[in-house]
């Protein structure tokens, strides 16, 4: 490599992106293993399970209502888990791993489940 550092930086971000791309895969193994759909081939407007790490948790009024919204990554994509109503969950924060039972519906071309049943997994759970 020597002094040269963009091989440095593109062998920097090539061992970053396999490393991402593998956490990626074995999140997803694990959430099949849960009997959980991957986010990438949800069907619109069906009932399903998904499976996940919430990456983000936010409050978001829609249409003057409280709505908890939580972003949920399972290695393949990400949905939107909307709690209306809700201010705040209990054990519902970013990291937290998660499953998810509702019917999906899209806000453009997001996938979306509103009101999910949902089971906690045990912190450090994928």
């Known amino acids: 490599m020597g002094n ?6 593109r062998t920097v971000n090539r061992l ?3 490393a991402k791309e593998h956490e990626a895969h074995e999140l997803q193994k694990g959430c099949v293993e849960l009997g959980a759909v991957p986010v990438v081939e949800l069907p619109d407007r069906e009932m ?3 499976a996940g790490t919430l990456r983000t948790v936010t409050l978001r009024p829609r249409a003057g209502v409280p709505a908890l919204v ?3 990554y399972d290695g393949s994509g990400t949905i939107n888990l909307v709690w209306l109503g809700r201010r705040q ?3 519902i924060e970013p990291g937290r791993a998660v499953i998810a039972c ?9 996938p979306v489940i509103f009101n999910p049943r949902y089971e906690l997994r ?3 759970a994928e």
Not at 102 to 110: A, I, L, M, N, Y
């Open 4 to 9: 040269n550092p963009g091989v440095l930086r």
């Open 16 to 18: 970053a992106t396999s």
């Open 48 to 50: 399903v399970r998904v």
């Open 70 to 72: 939580a972003e949920l």
């Open 89 to 91: 969950i209990p054990g």
């Open 102 to 110: 509702g019917r999906v519906t899209r806000d453009h071309e997001q």
């Open 122 to 124: 045990p912190v450090g």
